[in-house]
């Protein structure tokens, strides 16, 4: 199904999913022009790791808003056929991974034009990151799913939060512009899921709160979507309706 809604959305398209490769190319390469100099860093320094941050960021935030259309999205099959609302969460995360693939080609790009650290074996760390986000994916659409079919004004307020958090968090700069105030932005979850991919690409260890960051969120996000989903659940089709 989602490899199905990918195929739909770039049907007649030259380029396909490669569009969204191509504008975060063309995002990456505006500004890491204009921001290492606002930013007083080296480009070769700068650029990397940028790019490693816009690119799981769009994975993050896209997983983020549209999780909020989970469920409406999936009216006409939820309405006629018999299937586990869990699957329109899977649907969801595993295409939006897809995406993530096909952004993700820029990053060796970058790390061969501009190589940096050498690439330890840390770097396979990623493997466990990206599963963690899944999780965290699941549970967000679900979560999200039930409370825009309940509430249609939850859409709209988490694409603003998101558009706000992409400035306050450090995707396109470093925390150590924050000085003594670094670990406000370490301890960050959006800051972590982007952390402990992005950092063992870089050849660099996560902050030291990422991971737990992380986790935390991810146990937590688990057990309240549990619940509340067990709660809610046979409402979910009268809420779409």
Avoid at 20 to 29: N, Q, Y
Avoid at 97 to 105: C, E, G, L, M, R
Avoid at 132 to 148: D, R
Avoid at 155 to 173: A, G, H, M, R, Y
Wanted: net charge positive.
């Amino acid at each position: 199904m989602a490899m199905q809604d990918t195929r739909l959305r770039y049907r007649g398209s030259l380029l396909g999913p490669f569009w969204l490769t191509l504008s975060t190319g063309i995002m990456i390469g505006a500004m890491g022009v204009i921001y290492p100099r606002l930013f007083h860093v080296d480009v070769a320094t700068y650029l990397p790791f940028l790019a490693t941050g816009l690119v799981v960021w769009q994975l993050v935030s896209t997983l983020i808003s549209d999780g909020c259309s989970t469920f409406m999205a999936a009216q006409g099959i939820i309405l006629q056929a018999p299937m586990p609302f869990s699957v329109h969460a899977y649907r969801l995360v595993y295409r939006n991974f897809i995406t993530f693939a096909h952004n993700f080609a820029i990053v060796p790009i970058v790390l061969i034009v501009l190589p940096q650290k050498a690439i330890s074996w840390e770097i396979f760390s990623i493997i466990p990151a990206l599963i963690l986000l899944a999780v965290n994916g699941v549970w967000l659409s679900i979560l999200l799913g039930m409370a825009s079919a309940r509430f249609r004004d939850i859409p709209p307020i988490v694409s603003n939060f998101i558009q706000v958090l992409f400035f306050v968090t450090p995707i396109f700069w470093p925390p150590d512009a924050l000085g003594d105030f670094r670990t406000l932005a370490e301890i960050n979850p959006l800051f972590s899921a982007v952390d402990v991919v992005r950092a063992p690409l870089l050849g660099l260890s996560p902050a030291p709160y990422s991971w737990i960051s992380l986790i935390v969120v991810t146990i937590l996000g688990c057990c309240v979507t549990f619940v509340t989903f067990a709660r809610f659940r046979s409402r979910i089709a009268y809420w779409i309706f």
